[in-house]
């Protein structure tokens, strides 16, 4: 009796391990990252979503060491900024979208000033972005 619950306790920590390890810091799918040293710069990354949603929310982390990071997501299609933020310090925060089209191209834009050490990690619960596909190249014949 003593070893099967020595047994039944083990694997039961074990799952519980597995579960923390999983879920870690990283809420879930990575939707980009990007890391900047001793810059200034703007940097611009496609993202496109499997489905229409009427709301979407990203988990985000941002690092900011001596500097300021100016984030926005624009529609392409619309032209439009659909989401923005500023920040100065490291902070977690959520970003909330409205209305999305699938297949639509949103872009991320990052502007950073005077930054020493940027880090951005945006990931979603679940797999809601996808990779843009390449087009074909039609090879002259």
């Known amino acids: 009796m003593k070893k099967a ?6 694997c039961l920590m074990a799952i519980l391990a597995l579960t923390l390890t999983a879920c870690g810091d990283n809420k879930g799918e990575t939707v980009l990252e990007l890391t900047y ?7 611009e990354k496609s993202i496109y979503f499997n489905e229409d949603y009427e709301s979407v929310t990203l988990n985000a982390k941002i690092e900011v060491e001596d500097g300021l ?11 439009k900024v ?3 933020k500023t920040a100065d310090k490291t902070e977690d925060f959520d970003i909330e979208l409205k209305n999305v089209v699938a297949n639509t191209e949103y872009y991320f834009h990052l502007e ?3 930054a020493k050490y940027i880090h951005l990690l945006v990931t979603s619960p679940v797999k809601l972005v996808k990779n ?10």
């Not at 040293?37 to 940097?43: G, K, L, M, V």
């Not at 990071?69 to 032209?79: F, G, P, S, V």
């Open 112 to 114: 950073v000033e005077h």
């Open 82 to 84: 659909v989401w923005e």
């Open 37 to 43: 040293r001793n810059s200034d710069c703007a940097e």
């Open 132 to 141: 843009k596909e390449k087009p074909e190249v039609q090879s002259k014949t």
């Open 69 to 79: 990071a100016k984030m926005q997501i624009l529609d392409k299609q619309e032209d």
């Open 5 to 10: 619950f020595i047994t039944i306790l083990a």
